[in-house]
């Protein structure tokens, strides 16, 4: 324990501000020791009936002397004390006793301060208490915010706030830490926070604890705070709201929700909830994955629509407490409510081979996307026990119905084509002449990135999601792939050339008679040109300049990126094919930028070849049982043949070297549809090689980087319905007044009653992220709670704010406002009361 400080110590800060300082000691029990207690340069002081001397020597004789004067025994009152006047001026006067010392060293001026230190002498015999409680700003004139404060320093903080002191036991509690509490209880202060317990929040029990507390908080917040109380169930309301969005208790919160939901038996009843009121339900985690075990039901039954899904799980992604927590199988919902109506509804039936490869990439391509993004996020979701069904369905689904159909019905367009080329897509193996040798005129100069096995539907992704990167526009296009469609062909054809052939051997191919294997072969070939070539993980590497002095220095640069097919073109990764995807994506967009930044303005994103991928096993039919033949067979692999003489059979397709663009003697051979060859340990989730759309509709993005923004998060307008506010809450209709869309990205908000400067309501945060058309679809409402705070603003103007945050920061600016009059016919009187 720390020295409580001593009358001397308490001398010699009286004389810091004081000259004259007079001390009534009634018994005389300090006046053998009087000397030691004062300060070296001042001057002590007996008072014995020579008052009129005394005042003449420290008023007049030595006005600039300091002295203590020191009365001992009774003191007349009234004019009868002729010290009176220096009382008054000097004062207070100074006397040795502890209690009364702390009260003046604490500031401690309303009435019942000394029956309070006598109350809680085991606080205030504590020196270390004592000095946190004094560092604090105490308001000595009101004794319920001293013993706040009190509360506050025994909890270690310095906020004093009921609301805080709540939220730090909550905290500790969900912890299983008992410190905080105990420290209140050992110090007589429990009493005082279950006093404020009740006169705030309206809690009442005959023995209260914070286990109690929590379980009859969290009933309340079932029950929706709907109680006769309305001051007090409010300002309990507005706290729990508090607790659940601040980052700093919102975990303590779902802990305590959890155990609150097996207390209050929660699960035994949910099924008896009714959607309306289920969809909106976000107490406890349990309705969370009821939301999702309906809306699977929902989909898995086709009883709902993809709209009233889609709106269900958006209005959950703005509102609900655990959503984040359930994000990803959320994500996976979304994609599947979506896909399999997509798959049953359609037919999957091809006309012409142009019309094929303008469907796919004009409308089927998206089944492709919605699997990828429902199989990964399944596969990475924490909790896919309510998403188990789902994924058999979509599988099923996908597979079954939409690889397998489309397959076949575009197999009889590759069966009849002459030439492997279509007018209404450019050819692969045209992609320089298209769209990188008309860029480079005038001087100008490009980038291409070529990402491996970067299938179209992934582009697609990738080409919004960069359109919703500030100063940067992008446009997607699709190209014809070579054949076979593998990544040393595919990576030959987007290099300037004018023939293409491959050698004796298969590999590598050969542009204009050079080898183009390789990055070093590759700049070689691109030199002709005035261009080079790097790969993505060597140019992420390079220092800024180093990376701006490669772009100066050339006029056309080629980036290889290898992430999908590195892990999907090996038996033992290719389970983790659409992770690599999701990866890739970012990565893509991180050299984009950092291309952007060595003042590339010109930048284009292509891909080898695509690729055909299933999580589930091959079925049987899909196997080839015959083995390709043939006079000789140079390369064989699950999805394409390379051999001279090759024997035709109705299991493949054959082309010969000309009929695919090829100027040299191998022939090549397709397995039809999506059949494979087997291949002694080979992968059989993820190939390419082959015909299939899903393999030769290879993306082209053109990417721009502007100097003026080009995207602006969605507009968002406030629609009172009145401009007063009569009762304790407000609700307030929001207008999200466009479509989110990549360069319009949603808009993130919070909204608050101000009043001043001082927010006398809760906040909401909200998400305006409404992708419909439909205006009447973007409408949210907030409602606001009124706080202790707003009584003072009764009968004057306030504010309703939205604010935004400050890019980079955690602080907020004003976005919108609008002016309110609070006209409330009577306050809360809710208090610390006793």
Same mark, same amino acid.
């Given at each position: 324990m720390s020295k409580n400080p001593t009358i001397a110590d308490h001398l010699t800060i009286r004389f810091d501000s004081k000259r004259i300082v007079v001390w009534h000691d009634p018994d005389g029990g300090y006046a053998a020791g009087l000397d030691a207690f004062a300060p070296s340069d001042v001057t002590v002081l007996r008072i014995s009936g020579d008052e009129f001397a005394v005042k003449h020597r420290v008023l007049r004789k030595e006005p600039a002397t300091k002295f203590l004067l020191y009365r001992s025994g009774g003191v007349p009152e009234g004019v009868g004390n002729w010290l009176l006047d220096i009382e008054l001026a000097y004062g207070p006067v100074f006397t040795a006793d502890r209690?009364?010392?702390?009260?003046?060293?604490?500031?401690?001026?309303?009435?019942?301060? !000394?029956?309070?230190?006598a109350r809680y002498q085991s606080f205030f015999n504590e020196a270390t208490l004592v000095a946190r409680l004094k560092s604090l700003p105490l308001n000595g004139g009101d004794l319920t915010v001293v013993r706040a404060q009190m509360c506050a320093v025994l909890l270690n903080q310095k906020e004093h706030s009921f609301s805080e002191l709540t939220r730090t036991l909550l905290m500790q509690h969900a912890d299983g830490d008992t410190t905080g509490f105990d420290a209140l209880a050992s110090h007589g202060l429990a009493d005082f926070y279950w006093a404020g317990a009740s006169g705030i929040y309206g809690f009442t029990s005959q023995a209260p604890t914070v286990a109690g507390f929590v379980l009859w908080m969290f009933q309340r917040a079932t029950d929706g705070f709907a109680v006769a109380e309305s001051n007090k169930t409010r300002n309990l309301a507005l706290d729990f709201r508090g607790f659940r969005d601040s980052k700093r208790s919102s975990a303590a919160m779902k802990s305590l929700a959890q155990a609150a939901q097996e207390n209050l038996d929660y699960t035994d009843h949910?099924?008896?909830?009714?959607?309306?009121?289920?969809?909106?339900?976000?107490?406890?985690?349990?309705? !969370? /994955?009821? =939301?999702?075990?309906?809306?699977?039901?929902?989909?898995?039954?086709?009883?709902?629509?993809?709209?009233?899904? %889609?709106?269900?799980?958006?209005?959950?992604?703005?509102?609900?407490?655990w959503f984040d927590d359930y994000a990803t199988v959320y994500a996976a919902l979304s994609a599947a409510a979506e896909l399999i109506p997509t798959i049953r509804n359609a037919a999957f039936t091809i006309s012409g081979f142009d019309e094929g490869l303008t469907r796919y990439r004009d409308e089927w391509f998206r089944i492709d996307q919605r699997y990828r993004q429902f199989t990964h996020a399944y596969l990475t979701a924490e909790f896919?026990?309510?998403?188990?069904?789902? %994924?058999?369905?979509?599988?099923?689904?996908?597979v079954t119905d939409f690889l397998a159909p489309?397959?076949?019905?575009?197999?009889?367009?590759?069966?009849? =084509?002459?030439?492997?080329?279509?007018?209404?897509?450019?050819?692969?193996?045209?992609?320089?002449?298209?769209?990188?040798?008309?860029?480079?005129?005038?001087?100008?100069? %490009? =980038? =291409?990135?070529?990402s491996d096995a970067l299938r179209y539907e992934v582009a697609d992704e990738l080409s919004a999601k960069i359109r919703g990167e500030n100063k940067f526009s992008a446009s997607i296009d699709a190209m014809l792939g070579v054949l076979p469609s593998y990544t040393q062909l595919g990576m030959a054809a987007l290099l300037p050339h004018t023939t293409l052939a491959h050698s004796s051997d298969g590999d590598p191919v050969l542009v204009d008679g050079q080898r183009s294997d390789g990055t070093a072969n590759r700049s070689k070939i691109l030199s002709a040109v005035g261009g080079a070539a790097i790969q993505a993980k060597d140019f992420i590497e390079m220092k800024p300049a180093d990376r701006r002095e490669l772009y100066s220095s050339n006029q056309v640069l080629y980036v290889y990126h290898d992430t999908i097919d590195a892990t999907g073109d090996k038996a033992v990764s290719e389970h983790r094919t659409f992770t690599a995807a999701e990866d890739a994506v970012r990565e893509l967009i991180d050299i984009?930028?950092?291309?952007?930044?060595?003042?590339?303005t010109n930048i284009i994103v292509t891909a080898d070849h695509g690729f055909l991928y299933q999580r589930s096993k091959l079925a049987e039919q899909?196997?080839?049982?015959?083995?390709?033949?043939?006079?000789?067979?140079?390369?064989?692999?699950?999805?394409?043949?390379?051999? /001279?003489?090759?024997?035709?059979?109705?299991?493949?397709t054959t082309f010969t070297p000309d009929q695919v663009g090829l100027s040299s003697d191998l022939e090549v051979q397709i397995p039809n549809s999506i059949q494979r060859i087997v291949q002694p340990g080979a992968g059989y989730q993820f190939v390419h090689g082959g015909a299939s759309l899903q393999e030769i509709v290879v993306p082209v993005i053109q990417i721009n980087k502007r100097r003026s923004d080009t995207v602006e998060p969605v507009n968002v307008d406030i629609h009172p319905e009145s401009d007063r506010i009569t009762t304790g809450q407000i609700v307030v209709k929001l207008y999200q007044s466009a479509k989110?869309?990549?360069?319009?990205?949603?808009? /993130?908000l919070r909204a608050g009653l101000y009043f001043g400067d001082t927010l006398i309501s809760n906040e909401q945060e909200m998400t305006f992220d409404s992708s419909s058309d439909a205006g009447r679809d973007r409408f949210q409402s907030v409602t606001l709670l009124?706080?202790?705070?707003?009584? !003072?603003?009764?009968?004057?103007?306030?504010?309703?704010?939205?604010?935004?945050?400050? !890019?980079?920061?955690?602080?907020?600016?004003?976005?919108?406002?609008?002016?309110y009059t609070v006209r409330r016919a009577f306050a809360s009187d809710d208090g610390w009361d006793f």
């Open positions: 209690d009364a010392l702390m009260r003046v060293d604490l500031g401690l001026t309303a009435p019942g301060s !000394e029956e309070l230190i949910i099924g008896e909830i009714g959607w309306e009121t289920m969809k909106d339900a976000d107490i406890f985690a349990a309705s !969370e /994955r009821e =939301v999702i075990r309906r809306l699977v039901e929902g989909i898995s039954a086709q009883t709902m629509s993809y709209r009233d899904i %889609a709106d269900a799980i958006n209005a959950r992604r703005r509102d609900s407490f896919k026990q309510p998403i188990e069904i789902l %994924a058999d369905l979509v599988e099923k689904a996908y489309i397959g076949v019905a575009w197999q009889q367009q590759v069966d009849a =084509v002459a030439q492997w080329r279509t007018i209404n897509m450019t050819s692969q193996s045209s992609f320089y002449d298209h769209y990188v040798a008309p860029s480079l005129k005038g001087r100008k100069k %490009a =980038v =291409v990135i070529v984009v930028k950092k291309l952007a930044s060595a003042n590339a899909f196997n080839l049982t015959v083995k390709p033949q043939g006079e000789q067979i140079v390369k064989s692999t699950r999805r394409y043949v390379l051999g /001279r003489g090759l024997k035709k059979d109705t299991a493949f989110v869309e990549p360069h319009k990205p949603a808009r /993130r009124l706080g202790k705070d707003a009584d !003072e603003a009764n009968n004057h103007s306030v504010e309703f704010r939205l604010s935004e945050p400050i !890019e980079g920061t955690d602080q907020w600016k004003k976005y919108k406002s609008a002016p």
